[in-house]
């Protein structure tokens, strides 16, 4: 059974930093692409950010310079940590694993962010 279990969310004052974490289980996870995503309300949900099997990342505009995902494929674990945060950052953030070889994508159940100004 795959499992991806989001965490790390939660309200934060404009300019802080939030760490989220995202923990695989049931999936072969160093062949994965990790990704996070986010969903505000009324908003269709967008890729912050991504990274491959090989350690290549990849940032949407909006969060470069201030979100730096990473991975740790022992713990078979993702990371998002979230600098400088803005009242725009705030969202639903999901943990997302894709496999290109099957073209088949896993999601986690989300974690809310909120940034206060």
């Known amino acids: 059974q795959v499992q991806l279990v989001e965490s790390g969310g939660g309200l934060v004052q404009a300019g802080g930093s939030l760490r989220l974490s995202c923990a695989a289980s049931g999936i072969i996870f160093s062949l994965s692409t990790m990704g996070w995503y986010r969903q505000a309300p009324g908003k269709q949900r967008e890729l912050v950010a991504r990274?491959?099997?090989?350690?290549?990342?990849n940032y949407a505009d909006s969060v470069k310079g201030r979100f730096t995902i990473s991975r740790d494929n022992a713990g078979k674990r993702a990371y998002l940590q979230m600098n400088s945060l803005k009242p725009e950052d705030t969202a639903d953030y999901y943990c997302n694993a894709y496999f290109e070889v099957m073209n088949r994508n896993y999601w986690g159940q989300g974690t809310q962010v909120t940034v206060s100004s």
């Open positions: 990274i491959t099997s090989g350690g290549s990342t």
